[in-house]
């Protein structure tokens, strides 16, 4: 059943996982970075960039994921932000990432422009997971999508 009103967000708990890496990554750099055998200044020239970077990249990572809203998606992958309008959706399916192993299923998302989005904030080993999310996405798409 379509409900254009309901907000959905899938995203994958590995998310948080990742984002924590991120964040030790920084906390560790600034850490390590006082205990090298170099001048405070030289020190803090790196915990400051090592902080920045492990919580920014963390943060995001964290925000991974897909929302649905009355007027369409917000794919939110680690480099980018990627907002559709349902009006151009054709499709969205679940499939094996284009990853290096290739053991990881997640949603993509078909533009009618031929644009192919990897919503790789809704990424599991499971197939049968992401398929569940997939629906989940489909079930707020607006009445009578796709409109062609």
Do not use: H
């Amino acid at each position: 059943m379509n409900d254009p009103e309901a907000e959905v967000l899938v995203r994958s708990p590995a998310q948080g996982a990742g984002g924590m890496i991120f964040v030790l990554f920084g906390v560790f750099w600034a850490l390590g970075s006082f205990g090298a055998e170099v001048s405070s200044m030289t020190s803090m020239m790196w915990a400051i960039p090592g902080t920045v970077f492990g919580l920014a990249f963390g943060i995001r990572a964290f925000r991974m994921g897909i929302r649905t809203s009355r007027n369409g998606l917000t794919i939110r992958n680690l480099g980018r932000t990627y907002e559709v309008d349902w009006s151009n959706i054709q499709s969205i399916r679940a499939g094996r990432s284009n990853n290096i192993t290739g053991a990881v299923w997640t949603l993509y998302i078909e533009t009618c422009d031929g644009q192919t989005i990897v919503g790789r904030g809704a990424s599991s080993y499971s197939a049968k997971q992401v398929a569940k999310w997939r629906d989940e996405v489909l079930s707020a798409a607006p009445a009578g999508w796709p409109i062609r």
